[in-house]
């Protein structure tokens, strides 16, 4: 099956009236996705793409049982707006936007571990479960099912190991996005540990970059799991103290987030680590022996 999206998720968009919704929202509903209603403060009462559009998610929540929420919301109204879905009672929020300030995503996160729901992101791709629907960006072409599952920090090279594990004959069970910010809603080691619950999933591939401590606190989940996992890690050659693509990609002083502290916390656990995507099928097929 999957994890997250799976069978009984009932989505709805926020801000599905706007550009970037209202063509992901269409692209989600061609991919199977079950989405049931979309909302901009200010338009309900319109449709887009067949839904219906409210003014908050409480009304989606009430009309529909909407229990996921996938948000394209500008950076100033993400807050509130992923405050609105917690307290709605909405279990699972994903939140593409990025460029949201930290003290704002700090809030968001408390409050939604204080109510029990998964905060996915901010500045993260989403989240697809092959052949089931997905709540993201991610064009759905390039995953297959399978039951591989895959954490990734980056959109970009979840899709590119994806790529490598088909042309292998690895399909994947659920792709994660946590998002790319220095302070996330979700931490690698929660995810895996919903990875491990799932009896679809074989094993787990982890994608990580520089900057943060998300790797190295996954990597001490690893050992207590059943599962085999393979990491890859980017930002072998990114210089001290620069900013690479995510606002989270940075190392500091002293080696604090960096590939190799990284790549050693994963070792130490027993995770081989691949040198290039190219390399991950390979170490999957050692571990798996499929």
Known sequence: MSI???????????GITGRIGSVQARWMLDYGTDLVAGVTPGRGGEEICGLP???DVYEAVEKHGANAAVLFVSALFLRDAVLEAVDAGVELIVAITEHVPVHDVLKMKRQAEIAGAWLIGPNTPGIISPGIGKLGIMPGNLFKPGRIGIISRSG???YEIAGVLNEAGFGQSTMVGMGGDPVVGTSMAKILSEFEADEHTDAVVVIGEIGGSAEEEAASYVREMTKPVVAYLAGRTAPTGRRMGHAGAITGKGGF???ESKAAAFKSAG?????RPSEVPGLL?????K
């Open 4 to 14: 997250f999206v799976k069978e009984g998720l009932k989505a709805v968009v926020s």
């Open 53 to 55: 559009v409210y003014d």
């Open 285 to 289: 097929q050692a571990l798996t022996g």
């Open 257 to 259: 987030g960096t590939v």
């Open 156 to 158: 970009t090279l979840s």
């Open 271 to 275: 995770t081989p680590v691949a040198g």
